[in-house]
Structures are given as structure tokens and as C-alpha cells.
């Protein structure tokens, strides 16, 4: 195993959109409620998969029109969703090519806000082969956007590991051919990585 493919969301970045909505509403219960039956995991995977972010509001606000307001915070306030750098990530990937690994990455994310969150954040820089899903249309775990970064960079999935933090996901990555594990921390990852070599 030479490649290690890396998600970006909750495994270099924090991602927190509960946050956002638990000040919103003042009420951590009822922002958690809005995630899953309102701005819930089919509409975010569709922004991902590469749908106009502006559009899937206009769309949600007129079916939700009394939480409109709520609706729109997820393009307005979406990089305060972004809190941080993953704590010990970046000394990770450091060390990763010295030890012979090449790094690559495969995220669900939309291309309307990707850009400016990998400017903001040097770690997601750390790694310049990547795909992401609102590029080409695809959302993990459909196989067929692991297939695009096999082919685009010429991989053979036995030779890869994939590390994401939705079990899911690294289901789908072993279905695949290539090895997975589902994120629990820097240091559990780099035992995990290197035990293994």
C-alpha cells in the first residue's frame, strides 16, 4: 500500500454545521431536528453533487417557507461551519511522503465553495491530486466517483488506502479493492498507518 486517499470534511477540516444552526436557533436539539428533516442529508449531497448552491435554497425556502431565514445560512454562514484544522492532521501529512506515500484526496464537496475553503486552509493545500464531487457530478460512496480518481491518476486500488470518517464511504472504498479506515483521530491513524507498514 502506497497511495493514501484522504476526505476532507471531519478529517482535515472540521466541519460543524450544527454549530451554526444550534446559535441560530439557540436550541442545540432543534438545529440538529432542521439537519435531518429540513437541510437534510439528501439536499446537502445534491449541493455537493454539483447542483447551483443558490438554486437548492430557492428550492428548500418554498417547500420550508417559515424556516427560509434558517435556509440561507447554509450559503451565507457556511464557512463558520468550517471551525478548524483536525488537531494533528497537518503534522501527519508531513510525515506521510518521507515515509514513502503519495497523498491524494476524494471529497464530497460543492465546487461553488470548495476554492475559497481551500485557500483559507493550508492544510487542505498539503494535497494537490484530489478530486472533488461537485466536479463531476458524482457523491461518495457511489463507486463511480472512486473510479474517477483511480483513473485520473492512474491507480491501482489494491495499492491504496482511503481513510473518510463515514463508515459508508470506506465500505464503498473496499468494495473497490482498496484497503479503508474510518476516522477516529490523528493518533489512531497514525498507528494504524504505520503499524501497518
Request: charged share 25%; hydrophobic share 40%.
Amino acid at each position: 500500500m502506497k497511495n493514501i486517499i484522504f476526505d476532507f470534511g471531519n478529517v482535515l477540516v472540521q466541519w460543524h454545521p450544527e454549530l451554526v444552526y444550534g446559535d441560530y436557533f439557540g436550541d442545540e436539539a432543534k438545529a440538529w431536528w432542521f439537519l435531518r428533516h429540513v437541510a437534510d442529508i439528501d439536499w446537502r449531497q445534491r449541493i455537493d453533487a454539483g447542483e447551483s448552491v443558490d438554486g437548492c435554497i430557492r428550492e428548500k425556502q418554498a417547500q420550508y417557507p417559515e424556516y427560509a431565514e434558517a435556509v440561507e445560512l447554509y450559503r451565507s454562514r457556511w464557512r463558520e461551519m468550517l471551525t478548524d484544522e483536525v488537531p494533528g492532521m497537518r503534522q501527519l501529512l508531513s510525515e506521510l511522503p518521507a515515509a514513502g506515500y503519495q497523498l491524494f484526496g476524494l471529497t464530497n464537496w460543492s465546487m461553488e465553495t470548495f476554492p475559497e475553503a481551500r485557500e483559507h486552509f493550508g492544510i487542505l493545500q498539503m494535497i494537490d491530486r484530489y478530486v472533488v464531487s461537485g466536479a463531476e457530478g458524482l457523491v461518495k460512496p457511489d463507486p463511480r466517483l472512486f473510479q474517477v480518481l483511480l483513473d485520473r491518476y492512474q491507480l491501482k486500488a489494491e495499492e491504496c488506502l482511503f481513510i473518510d470518517d463515514n463508515p459508508d464511504n470506506v465500505a464503498a472504498a473496499k468494495g473497490m479493492g482498496m484497503q479503508g479506515i474510518v476516522f477516529n483521530g490523528a493518533e489512531d491513524l497514525r498507528k494504524m498507518i504505520f503499524k501497518g507498514e
